[in-house]
Structures are given as structure tokens and as C-alpha cells.
């Protein structure tokens, strides 16, 4: 991809608003969501224009604190130009990614909420007593993993019983640590990245509109393959192009020193055939998902060790 060319210095007030088109346009031809624009582009502006060395990114400052042109200044007002120019579409709230819960009646998609410092983690079926708004700043940060469930209702809440919320507590302490392995390891190597691809990708062949258990089963099981092939790939571990999962496992425990589950591996592999003609059951999805979820989890306690 070509990268950005600052135009002429110093910045001024006539040639502003072409320098953020020309930055929108770079960002959009590299593929970035709306969302994920304010950020790259403050810093490469306050990179190319700042007056100052210091640059404040998170959380984003206020124009009317810093000196006009300075990094900082620079940075709050590429936040600024994009709320104005794309309003609501540039909110998001951050997350390592979400998951799926079934509860009664119901299969709830799941947010693990991204945080800095420290986050008090608890679980109450009063809802809205988090922080407000699209941005989390930096802890301690109280969460109500029930505030984390996409569309939950507050009588749906209250109907949860004692046993309900004890298993949401489990289910969340395991999505949290499988989705922080993800989060990780994609770092730009190019297997976790698929990796966490092919997670999303199951998530939402589980839960969207046009439901596909077979992709979603087979998507796990390539989400597993591929952190598994990457953490091998960077010991220069040389291994099978074929997707045994069990000997992935075994190969990892031998050549890391690592104590990977092969039978929860073994379990998770999926016949490609899966995808377009064996019929796959929604419960037998959903076990794969929660599979997946555990393996991740035992890695992350693997290595984090």
C-alpha cells in the first residue's frame, strides 16, 4: 500500500481541510473501518505538522488546552473533523471482541470490553452502572458483565436466577482470557491475524441473520489450527501443511514445552465437508464454539506463564 504524503509545511487554515480528505481517502484505500480512522490519522497529522514533539493519543485531548498547531492540538482536531464529517459511525465501543452465552430461550452475543489499568469485573442484575459513552479510559474500571450483553433488557435480567449468573461469571472468565490470547498474538504475522478472522467470522455465522452452523464449526476449528500453526511458526518450528489438530497440539507440548489439551484439539477439528453439505446442528455449533473458547484459554494460561 502507498503510503501517506503530507503536503506542504506549515499547516494552515486554508489547506486543513484538503490535508484530512487526502488523509480520509489514504485510509479508506487501506481499508480501515470509519471507526478505526481518528486515531491513524491524528497521529500521522501530528507526525507531519505538530510544532511540538509530545503527542497525547489516549485518551484523545481538547483543542482549547493545548497550543494551536501543536501535536496535541493537531491530534483533538482530526477527532474533532471526523465526528463532524461521519458522527455516530466513528463511535465504537472497544472491545477484544464478543462471544456467545446460551441462556433460556435465548443465544446472547457477548462483549468483552477492551480496558486500561484495571477493571473491577462484576455481575449485577441492575444494568447501567458502568461508564457511559464510546471510550473507556483508564481504570480502575467497574464492569457489569450484564451491561456487556448485546440487547439485554432489564426484566430479562431480573429473571436470571442465583445458578444463571454463577454460569455467566464462569462463561465471561473464559471469553476474556480466549479473546485476550487472540488479541494477543495478532501482532502482524499473518496466521494469528487469519486466526482471528476465522474467530470473528464463526461468532457471526452463529448469531447473524442467515445462520450457517457448518461455517461456523469449520471456522472454529481453522481458528484453532491457525493459532496453533502460528505459535509454532514463531519458534521456526517446521510443521504438517495438513490439519490434524491433535498433532499441532502434540508438537506444540514437545517442541515448547507446553501442556496444549490434544484431545480438546482432536475434538475441535472439522471435516472441511462441513461448509456445504453436512448438516451441522445448531447445539453441536454451539458446543464447538464453547470448545474453542477453552482451548484458547488454556493457552493463554500456557504462556502467560
Given at each position: 500500500m502507498k503510503p501517506w504524503i503530507p503536503g506542504p509545511q506549515p499547516i494552515d487554515e486554508p489547506s486543513y481541510e484538503a490535508i484530512m480528505l487526502s488523509l480520509d481517502r489514504h485510509l479508506e484505500d487501506q481499508d480501515f473501518h470509519i471507526h478505526q480512522r481518528p486515531l491513524h490519522a491524528a497521529s500521522?497529522?501530528?507526525?507531519?505538522?505538530?510544532?511540538?514533539?509530545?503527542?497525547?493519543?489516549?485518551?484523545?485531548p481538547r483543542m482549547e488546552d493545548h497550543p494551536k498547531y501543536s501535536a496535541e492540538y493537531l491530534v483533538a482536531r482530526a477527532h474533532v473533523w471526523y465526528a463532524d464529517r461521519y458522527g455516530d459511525a466513528v463511535k465504537m465501543?472497544?472491545?477484544?471482541?464478543?462471544f456467545l452465552l446460551p441462556l433460556s430461550s435465548r443465544i446472547w452475543k457477548v462483549r468483552i470490553p477492551f480496558f486500561y489499568g484495571t477493571a473491577s469485573v462484576f455481575i449485577d442484575r441492575r444494568l447501567g452502572q458502568g461508564p457511559k459513552g464510546n471510550?473507556?479510559?483508564?481504570?480502575?474500571?467497574?464492569?457489569?458483565?450484564?451491561?456487556?450483553f448485546d440487547g439485554m433488557t432489564q426484566p430479562?435480567?431480573?429473571?436470571?436466577?442465583?445458578?444463571?449468573?454463577?454460569?455467566?461469571?464462569?462463561?465471561?472468565?473464559?471469553?476474556?482470557?480466549a479473546l485476550n490470547?487472540?488479541?494477543?498474538?495478532?501482532?502482524?504475522?499473518?496466521?494469528?491475524?487469519?486466526?482471528r478472522v476465522d474467530y470473528n467470522h464463526s461468532v457471526e455465522a452463529l448469531c447473524g441473520i442467515e445462520r450457517a452452523y457448518g461455517k461456523a464449526r469449520r471456522d472454529a476449528a481453522t481458528c484453532a489450527e491457525k493459532t496453533m500453526k502460528g505459535l509454532l511458526a514463531r519458534k521456526n518450528i517446521p510443521f504438517k501443511s495438513n490439519h490434524d489438530?491433535?498433532?499441532?497440539?502434540?508438537?506444540?507440548?514437545?517442541?515448547?514445552?507446553?501442556e496444549i489439551d490434544a484431545a480438546l484439539a482432536n475434538k475441535l477439528f472439522t471435516p472441511a465437508s462441513v461448509s456445504y453439505?453436512?448438516?451441522?446442528?445448531?447445539?453441536?455449533?454451539?458446543?464447538?464454539?464453547?470448545?474453542?473458547?477453552?482451548?484458547?484459554?488454556?493457552?493463554?494460561n500456557q504462556i502467560a506463564q
Open positions: 500521522l497529522l501530528a507526525k507531519a505538522y505538530g510544532t511540538t514533539e509530545r503527542m497525547q493519543m489516549i485518551p484523545a465501543l472497544p472491545e477484544f471482541g464478543f471510550v473507556i479510559l483508564r481504570g480502575p474500571i467497574p464492569i457489569n458483565i450484564l451491561d456487556c430479562y435480567a431480573n429473571s436470571l436466577t442465583d445458578h444463571e449468573l454463577r454460569f455467566i461469571q464462569e462463561e465471561f472468565a473464559v471469553a476474556f482470557d490470547l487472540i488479541k494477543q498474538l495478532d501482532n502482524g504475522d499473518p496466521l494469528h491475524r487469519q486466526a489438530l491433535g498433532e499441532l497440539a502434540r508438537l506444540l507440548n514437545s517442541e515448547c514445552e507446553l453439505e453436512q448438516v451441522v446442528s445448531r447445539q453441536e455449533a454451539i458446543e464447538s464454539h464453547r470448545d474453542l473458547l477453552r482451548f484458547l484459554a488454556k493457552i493463554l
